[in-house]
């Protein structure tokens, strides 16, 4: 591919955003750029002693409709749109009096933080971009002449293209930056239309799109054979995507997974109740527990599997202290994830140098709506975010026996746990902390066993008498289909169980519960996660 040069003679510039704006323009205008402009933009860089053109003197027709209609005219898109080896293109410049705009510099109306603002329906409204989206298509469609520039980020490219090549700019630089010119309005477009569906309560659109923002490269994926990159969508929900690293080295695919999964699951435990913990190990917690503080929580939360937690992800609900990071620095960790950090913990934390610390500033709502999306080949899955809290739900008793005041507070610590384990998860808990964790099985029964095979292990490690299943409530995260799962459950040593029901077995496996005297509760809320 050849550079094929095409020389700035004329940019027009239209920004929300002003950030870097004044001196890139005034680099502009030291290349002998003619800079046109509107509103606010043209105002800002006359103000900084820059010769510039209002847009309505190149169109010779005033803004009008409180500025909704600028841009919107052959004079501007004639100048975006016109090819100039096409000698009709050049013909019609000419008896038009359409003057070549070779380069375009938009950002459009900042309508993602209007909504996230929580702005009401017309000031949204009033944010959506029409002049600048259009005039952005223009200019990428014509990538063979012009340049268009969405964001402040590449200022810095084009001008090192005009100082390298007298004034010009390569189509290299102009494909890519085309490339990003679709993919922004693509996403903005997407922000729009997820918003106009959460207004109008449309919970099946005809048409779904999702958009978003480069965070970062990574080096690889799942796999080192894969590709892979993380991307901020417009929701701003406290998490990896939006945490602050203060140090580690870059995180991984496989990080950012785990981490988000991690967070996810601490945020069902309100910080101003208790402290709370949370390990995981490959998408899974491996151990959960609150406790008076965070040191405490992490204590028992690890006690649980200690041999999974080695190289695991750590997430707390509450400022991350002194204690717990001492605490946590015990055995390798990949990642700590909190709302916040004493300066004395990050300075613990500091000696571990390739530990990863994120502050993310809050806590996930458990409770918030939200999308989740998936994909399969050909398509899209998308739902609604699990955001069932087990507090919510209308339990009912569904054995002779009611649990104790003890058991019905683990049941519900449990429930909590096991809306974030992979399914088929089975969960044994006990004093507010899993004492054995089941995940991803195909069959109930087996993860009952493999959870109760944990516990003995950590027992043994542990140097207790017995597993800590013994006088432990356990939690399911759908119905016991048969009597075998919640029987496993109970030789195991659980006294209590809670578990969605709903099965055509009910009757069997609570008269099952009532046999061995076991109390059972009936959330009515499945929580399968695959």
Not at 149 to 178: F, I, M, P, W
Not at 277 to 303: F, W
Not at 456 to 462: K, R, S, Y
Request: overall charge neutral; some cysteine.
């Amino acid at each position: 591919m050849t550079e094929q040069l095409r020389r700035v003679t004329r940019a027009l510039l239209s920004v929300s955003d002003k950030t870097g704006l004044i001196d890139f323009a005034k680099a502009l205008a030291d290349h002998g750029v003619e800079l046109v402009s509107t509103g606010g933009t043209a105002k800002a860089i006359a103000a900084a002693g820059l010769k510039v053109k209002d847009v309505s003197e190149l169109t010779g027709f005033p803004e009008m409709m409180d500025g909704r209609v600028k841009t919107l005219h052959p004079k501007v898109h004639g100048g975006l749109l016109a090819i100039r080896d096409n000698k009709e293109h050049t013909a019609a410049m000419a008896s038009h009096g359409i003057a070549p705009i070779d380069l375009l510099v938009v950002n459009l109306y900042p309508f993602e933080a209007t909504v996230d603002k929580g702005a009401g329906f017309e000031e949204c409204i009033e944010n959506i971009d029409i002049g600048g989206p259009a005039m952005i298509r223009a200019a990428a469609k014509n990538h063979d002449d012009v340049a268009v520039v969405v964001e402040a980020n590449d200022y810095s490219a084009v001008l090192d293209e005009l100082a390298a090549h007298k004034g010009a700019t390569s189509l290299q630089l102009r494909r890519r930056l085309a490339a990003k010119a679709y993919a922004r309005t693509a996403a903005y477009d997407a922000a729009i239309s997820n918003w106009f569906a959460v207004q109008l309560d449309t919970k099946a659109p005809d048409f779904r799109a999702f958009g978003g923002k480069l965070i970062q490269s990574l080096r690889y994926g799942e796999n080192p054979h894969q590709t892979a990159a993380f991307y901020a969508t417009p929701e701003k929900r406290p998490g990896v995507a939006t945490a602050r690293q203060l140090q580690g080295k870059e995180l991984s695919y496989n990080n950012i997974n785990d981490t988000d999964a991690a967070y996810e699951c601490v945020g069902e435990f309100d910080p101003q109740r208790t402290a709370a913990c949370v390990i995981v190990k490959h998408a899974n917690p491996c151990g959960v527990a609150e406790g008076p503080d965070l040191a405490t929580a992490y204590a028992r939360a690890l006690a649980c599997d200690s041999t999974s937690a080695y190289g695991g992800i750590i997430a707390v609900n509450r400022t991350l202290d002194a204690d717990a990071a001492r605490a946590i620095i015990g055995i390798f960790t990949e990642v700590i994830i909190a709302p916040d950090a004493t300066e004395e913990a990050i300075s613990i934390i500091a000696g571990r140098r390739n530990l990863r610390l994120l502050l993310a500033g809050g806590l996930p709502n458990a409770r918030a709506v939200g999308l989740t999306a998936k994909t399969v080949a050909g398509g899209l899955l998308v739902q609604s975010r699990d955001n069932a809290v087990v507090e919510d739900m209308n339990l009912k008793v569904a054995t002779k026996r009611a649990p104790t005041d003890a058991e019905l507070r683990d049941l519900k610590f449990a429930f909590r746990v096991a809306k974030h384990v992979k399914s088929n998860t089975i969960i044994y808990a006990k004093d507010l902390a899993t004492v054995g964790i089941g995940a991803g099985q195909m069959s109930r029964v087996d993860s009952a066993r493999i959870a109760a095979r944990k516990a003995l292990d950590a027992a043994a490690e542990l140097k207790l008498a017995e597993p800590l299943t013994k006088g432990s409530v356990v939690a399911s995260d759908a119905f016991f289909p048969f009597a075998d799962g919640m029987l496993a459950c109970i030789e195991a040593g659980a006294t209590a169980v809670i578990q969605p029901g709903g099965s055509m077995r009910d009757d069997e496996v609570i008269k099952a519960a009532d046999e061995h005297g076991i109390a059972m509760v009936f959330t009515g809320v499945r929580h399968f996660r695959h």
